[in-house]
Nanobody, 123 residues
Framework: QVRLVESGGGLVQAGGSLRLSCAAS????????VGWFRQAPGKEREFVAA????????YYADSVKGRFTISRDNALKTAYLQMNSLKPEDTAVYYC????????????????WGQGTQVTVSS
């Protein structure tokens, strides 16, 4: 089992940057793919980015390509989401999730979820 805790959210002006962290408990973090998802007020939760167990397979939503970078450090049992050139439409609660199989944009495939961290981008 994996417990996930997100951190790094906050309030930032448009054009700014934030780095989210997803810290995992348990000894098997390296056997899980990790995904980042977000949910804006009044909207469905949506895929942001995903990374495979060893970081070889990486996927992004079109809306964040070129601005966001997902990475992981298995020794630290932590995944990251570097967010640059933030826009007001990036405002959402961001969640990380762990998938025992493979990196995917399909949130129904993920087995474990964190509690989320708020990101607010002001215009």
């Amino acid at each position: 089992q994996v417990r996930l805790v997100e951190s790094g959210g906050g309030l930032v002006q448009a054009g700014g940057s934030l780095r989210l962290s997803c810290a995992a408990s348990g000894r098997t973090f390296s056997t899980y793919a990790v995904g980042w998802f977000r949910q804006a007020p009044g909207k469905e939760r949506e895929f942001v980015a995903a990374i495979g167990r060893r970081g070889a397979n990486i996927y992004y939503a079109d809306s964040v390509k070129g601005r966001f970078t997902i990475s992981r450090d298995n020794a630290l049992k932590t995944a990251y989401l570097q967010m640059n050139s933030l826009k007001p439409e990036d405002t959402a609660v961001y969640y990380c999730a762990a998938d025992q199989l493979a990196a995917t944009s399909d949130q129904s495939k993920y087995d474990y979820w964190g509690q989320g961290t708020q990101v607010t981008v002001s215009s």
